[in-house]
């Protein structure tokens, strides 16, 4: 393989041309509106912002590997944020001490995972054991999570947490937003699932091809029972940090991240049908989507036509990426993730 | 010359396909006249699907022209080429099971005509005339799925003739055929040829269609190897133009004297697959089992994997029965099974070469949790240098590598899990002479150290020469058990399909 052949190999995969959007974006930003997206104040909050979706599309990420999708992100987000939030007014409140309330956060923090694992299980046991297909099965057990969400609330947002809740969502440590040492440590851990543990390489060679799988003997129920348990615990993350951001939990917070979660990736490379996605394409992703955001905000852009926006960008990228235009496809060099 | 070929009905010009790197046809003049019959052979891979599927539209060639009746088209597509005249019977038919003969035969005509009801009197009328052309008596009202295979293919022609054939590609026609089937199919073909319907036979066995021919072509490895009248070629001389090779291979080596059973398979029966399956497999042996096409070989070589469910019946190895069913516990059993379709159950295609191979493993890799990717990476290396595997670099797709290479990576999979038994379904499907030939010294040595092999196929050289014992499947039962060094080719033939 000649040098040249191995650049090219380099510069025409997705997370290149990923990284190259990213730094467009930025670029473009910092020159429409250089004093404002460029300040100090405005790259903080932009760290403090992305963390939480980012997370959700991680989530999304992993089942998207198998070919499968989870729907079902923001209900499970939403769910155990409440789940959480009422142990937290119901058993600390805002007068608690320090040490005290420290003890009742570890365990919503524990009830909240837990939460995400067993809605991960609904979705997989669902997926894997009655064989439906995941875009429908965590579309419906979404609302239903959503449903238990509003009922144990009344629809209302439930609030007065103690102090130390705040700390996971606006705090920093070191200098760093600690959302973003979260983030940051589950798409390290993400990677690291993905490449370099048995799991994630099934979950990768499941996606590219199921039907292989199984004459490989995989344990394919196992395998996709375990991918939407990790989808939901990243879920619950998620719906911490959004609770502790909002300092209130609300079984309709975040409706707009799914499509945003889907959107960064498959922006991100990921392939809708499974067997290839790489984490890295997902940050950058993620950067991507943010600078867009700031800078849409700040050139005073309204929220529906964001909306708008993300949409039109889902379609665009899956477009390109599946080569079917051909007059769009030659823009970038890409070669086709699946044959 | 000059004359001949042009009116010849279908003329083909130094037609050359590749896919990536793979030349699939390189350079190929191919031509057939009306009231013909033609036989295209060549073995698995040599190129002959992708010759139907460029004249029948469905690929483009990457260089050489194609004529139909005098007209030279530069961008063939299905419609056209059916327009044309030229129709392709496939192996499966592609019938619709749940529909009245009538129905079948009559749809894509009337789809032609674009009306925007079905008419069933008019289809009726229409596929009784077609029927009585080729004289055959089929109800119109039965459903597809009740007919015989047989009955079926004539469903198909029929079809074809309806549409207004000038020339049927009939793909491996009589491999679900039985000897005296083969015989009326034969007797139709003549009646077409009469009618002015040209016929090309596509088949790695042709003999039994050679005196209804005029034409012989055979491809090998994407090259037209060999061209005459059909007169001068033999079922001997075909093979040897098909294979390359004069002489057949060394049978196995006979089994060891008082080697153990290994593999205890009793009364293993299916409904509507298989019934009452009984054989012994002895360490060191290798059992073929053949058969038509639908005699329920591949169904009982997928149950012995668990990926079949069988109804009643044990399998043992070693003494210890385990659950059926289940193809994970046949694994863990030590039963290993490379199947017939290798590009879609075989094979992770977009993934490496290296994690084709260590997917049955990846637990067996794992250390505290995480994968020791060195040692997964030195252990495939190792396999591909085993078994001969000219890959460059074990990280690329494996979709990158030839049929043959590519069947050496599936069977690398299952060796390294150090399998008891291995059951392979179609070993050397779609792979080039040489690497058959590589496999099937695989298979004697693999015998040798003491496994168990199974080689399901209906390659009847291949059964020759590397089983000590082949098992006939008809309509689901084991009929007949041939020991492998007792028969020629033509007995063996006339077995299976008697």
Known sequence: MSATHARTAMTSTPEFRLAVIAVIVFAVMSILSPDRFLSAQNLTSMAFQFPEFAILALAMTITMMTGGIDLSVVGVANLSAVVAAIILTQFAGPDMDVQQSLVWLVIAIAAALTVGAVAGLLNGVLVAWFGLPPILATLGSGLVFTGFAVAMTGGSAVMGFPDVVAWLGNERLVGIPVPLIVFALLALGLHIVLTRTGFGLKATMYGANPLAAFFAAIDINRLLIRVYVTAGMFSSIAGLVIMSRANSAKADYGSSYLLLAVLIAVLGGVNPYGGYGRVIGVVLAVLSMQFLSSGLNMLQVSNFARELIWGALLIFVMVVNTRQGPGLASLFNKTKPTG | ?498
């Not at chain 2, 036989?39 to 050489?64: H, R």
Request: charged letters at 25%; aromatic letters at 4%.
């Open chain 2, 1 to 498: 010359m000059a004359a001949a070929t042009h009116d010849a009905l279908v003329d083909m010009k130094g037609v050359t396909k590749r896919y990536g790197g793979v030349t699939a046809l390189d350079g190929v003049d191919f031509t057939v006249h009306a009231g013909e019959a033609v036989c295209l052979a060549g073995e698995n891979g040599s190129g002959k699907s992708t010759l139907i599927k460029i004249l029948s539209g469905v690929e483009q060639p990457t260089a050489g022209t194609i004529s139909i009746n005098g007209t030279q088209h530069t961008n063939l597509n299905p419609r056209v080429s059916a327009a044309a005249g030229v129709m392709v019977i496939f192996q499966d038919f592609s019938l619709f099971p749940n529909m009245s003969v009538a129905e079948n035969i009559a749809f894509s005509t009337q789809l032609g005509e674009h009306r925007t009801l079905f008419d069933l009197s008019r289809a009726r009328k229409l596929a009784q005339s077609v029927l009585e052309r080729i004289g055959v008596d089929i109800a119109l009202d039965a459903r597809v799925e009740s007919l015989p295979v047989a009955h079926k293919q004539l469903v198909a022609i029929c079809r074809a003739l309806a549409s207004e054939a000038r020339l049927i590609i009939m793909d491996e026609p009589t491999t679900a055929l039985t000897e005296r089937e083969v015989r009326s199919l034969l007797a139709i073909i003549r009646k077409l040829k009469e009618e002015g319907v040209a016929v090309l036979f596509v088949s790695h066995k042709l003999a039994e269609v050679l005196e209804v021919s005029e034409k012989v072509f055979v491809l090998r490895n994407g090259k037209k190897v060999a061209e005459g009248p059909a007169a001068e070629f033999d079922a001997a001389s075909l093979t040897r133009h098909m294979t390359g090779r004069d002489v057949p291979e060394a049978p196995p080596s006979a089994v060891t004297e008082g080697s153990k059973t290994l593999l205890d398979v009793e009364n293993l029966t299916k409904v509507g697959a298989f019934a009452d399956v009984s054989f012994a497999l002895k360490a060191g042996e290798v059992l073929g089992v053949s058969g038509l096409l639908g005699s329920g070989r591949t169904s009982l070589a997928k149950a012995l994997f668990g990926l079949v469910a069988p109804d009643s019946g044990t399998i043992r190895l070693d003494g210890e029965a385990f659950a059926l069913g289940d193809p994970i516990a046949a694994a863990s059993a030590g039963i290993g099974y490379v199947p017939e379709d290798r590009l879609t159950e075989g094979l992770f295609l977009t993934q490496s070469i290296a994690r084709n191979i260590a997917v049955g493993r990846l637990d067996a890799h794992e250390r505290r949790g995480f994968l020791d990717l060195g040692a997964l990476m030195s252990e495939a290396t190792d396999w591909l240098t085993r078994l001969k595997v000219k890959a460059p670099d074990p990280q690329a797709p494996v979709r990158s590598l030839s049929g043959g290479n590519q069947q050496r990576v599936a069977l690398a999979r299952w060796l390294s899990r150090a399998p008891r038994v291995l059951v392979l379904n179609g070993p050397s499907v779609g792979v080039d002479v040489g690497s058959k030939a590589d496999i099937h010294d695989i298979i004697r040595d693999l015998a040798r150290s003491g496994i168990g092999v199974i080689v399901i196929s209906d390659d009847l050289p291949e059964l020759l020469a590397t089983c000590h014992r082949i098992l006939v499947m008809k309509a689901g039962r084991v009929v007949d058990e041939i020991a492998g060094n007792s028969v020629t080719e033509d007995e063996l033939a006339h077995r299976l399909a008697s």
